[in-house]
């Protein structure tokens, strides 16, 4: 509950001093790529996944909450990129940083048209993704289970493209023309 209240006295400062454009300039950080990553959460169907189930991915981990305006509005940025670059070995995860009940996040999960795996925070900090600064925050885990970037404020489809798909075409040799066209 102190973590809830926390979040949005900082969600209310972000927003008057102007941090919650859709502009994706909201940078935390270059995060090192020697800072290997791993956590297991529940879905709303009380399966377990780990975010080393997601190893030889790119993953987009965010984080979020049903209250907060910024994190709905890219909700549907989240649901394009996992659409467009799922097939091609990318994922996005979001992470309810709420306590709802599982009948309120399903609820949530319609309500907002969430396309992509949905799981409930747990009772323990996720090191290094937490302390949260704010919401939404969103990170980036390499295929190898390394956290290497992180953003603080919404984030756009192009600000992911940007980041994620140079890396994705130099891994797989794929044509990024093609990949972004289809």
Known sequence: M?????????L???????????????L????????Q???ELQDVHNQSHQLSDYQGQWVVVN???SWCSPCIREIPELNRFHQQYHKHGVTVIGINFEELSV????????????????LRIGGVPLVPFEPLKGLPSTFVVSPEGRLVK?????????????????????????????????
């Open 150 to 182: 992180s953003w603080l404020g919404p984030v756009n489809e192009d600000v992911l493209k940007a980041y994620v798909l140079p890396k994705l075409a130099g891994k797989k040799a794929l044509n990024i023309d093609n990949v972004v066209r289809k």
């Open 37 to 39: 990553v791993n956590f």
């Open 103 to 118: 009948e309120q996040l399903k609820q949530a999960i319609g309500e907002f048209r969430i396309d992509y795996p949905v």
């Open 28 to 35: 935390v950080s270059e995060g090192s790529s020697n800072i």
């Open 12 to 26: 209310l400062l972000m927003s008057a001093i102007g941090h919650n454009s859709m502009a994706g300039n909201s």
């Open 2 to 10: 102190i973590r809830l209240i926390l979040i949005s006295c900082m």
């Open 63 to 65: 984080f979020w909450a």
